[in-house]
Structure formats: C-alpha cells, structure tokens
C-alpha cells in the first residue's frame, strides 16, 4: 500500500504534475529520500542542503504536525504526509 505523500500545487510542476506521489519508507525522512529520488527538483524547494527541512516548511502525517521529530518521526502504510509552507504576512 506505501505512504502517499500530497505535493502543494506549487510544487507539482516539479513533480510531472502529479498532486500525489507514492512513497515507501518507516519514517518521514525515508519517505522524503524516496520522493527525492522520484522527483529530485524538489530537494532544494523543500530541504536544506544537509537534509533537514526548510525554516518554512511543516509535514503533516495525517494533519497532525510532525514537529519536533520531523524527518525522524515513524509512518506505516495507508498514512498520508503534507508538504505545507507556512505563510507570513505583514503590515
């Protein structure tokens, strides 16, 4: 079954246009190394140049944050990830 992962709609130009890409993997970053490999434009748009996620970005496993653990924090098959930006706004 695998773990789908939900691509933003800014980044599925990078993705073939797919909106939902399946993945394999028992944690977040092995989901992460696997949709990487699928769709490499995307690394840069998402993570740092040492693998940690961006300043900006949040993964969410079934809606719920993956904060503090991240890249760390275990998954199973039929679980859904979010790639989400956090938006700032100013006055």
Do not use: W
């Not at 939900?6 to 970053?29: D, F």
């Not at 900006?56 to 904060?67: A, G, K, P, Q, R």
């Not at 653990?69 to 100013?90: M, N, Q, R, S, Y």
Request: charged residues 20%.
């Amino acid at each position: 079954m695998g773990v789908k992962i939900n691509i933003p709609s800014s980044l599925q130009h990078l993705a073939n246009g797919q909106a939902v890409a399946g993945v394999s993997g028992n944690t977040v970053g092995q989901c992460r190394d696997n949709l990487v490999k699928q769709f490499p434009g995307i690394e840069s748009e998402v993570f740092e140049k040492n693998g940690k996620l961006l300043e900006y970005v949040d993964i969410y496993i079934n809606l719920e944050s993956s904060y503090p653990e991240e890249l760390a924090k275990p998954v199973k098959d039929g679980d859904e990830l979010h790639i989400t930006f956090f938006t700032i706004a100013g006055g």
